[in-house]
């Protein structure tokens, strides 16, 4: 308590033009208080806002894409199991010796030995579009000729 005691005796024994200039004083690190407390990290975010809104924008659209194919292939109608195998074999056909199929129990193994990076997007997406299989495994290797080979695994539906 001395020590406001002996702050308030200062004050008062301060001429009024001194109580005035330390008033002011006080009065410019409040507001420059205030400033670096409240107004200039609000003035950050309102800059970068609209930055962020444009990114969030993209990706809201990208993500509403996505749902529109992923909407498409759920509206696809299924195939039984041996609709699923024939399509999965017509579409291994155009490979050639490229692709070997076997089937066990309820999978449809599909061995690929040095097929281009090329022809093995457009076969997934043929196994996909055509026979509605989206494989369940895959071991893929690039090999030397810049070529994959591997295996790609597909379950068939419960018939």
Do not use: C, Y
Not at 20 to 36: C, F, K, N, Y
Not at 118 to 138: D, F, I, K, M, Y
């Amino acid at each position: 308590m001395s020590g406001w005691m002996n702050l308030k005796g200062r004050w008062q024994a301060a001429s009024a033009r001194e109580q005035r200039w330390l008033w002011t004083a006080a009065v410019l690190v409040a507001l420059a208080l205030l400033w670096r407390v409240a107004v200039a990290p609000a003035l950050a975010v309102l800059k970068s806002a609209e930055p962020q809104h444009q990114t969030l924008e993209t990706q809201l659209q990208h993500m509403q894409v996505l749902q529109a194919q992923a909407q498409a292939l759920q509206a696809l109608p299924t195939l039984d199991a041996r609709e699923m195998q024939r399509a999965l074999e017509a579409s291994v056909k155009p490979l050639g010796t490229a692709a070997q199929v076997a089937q066990q129990m309820d999978r449809i193994t599909v061995t690929l030995k040095g097929l281009d990076a090329l022809a093995l997007a457009q076969w997934l997406s043929s196994a996909r579009q055509n026979a509605h299989a989206v494989p369940t495994e895959a071991h893929l290797k690039r090999n030397a000729a810049s070529s994959w080979d591997g295996t790609v695994v597909f379950t068939l539906a419960a018939q």
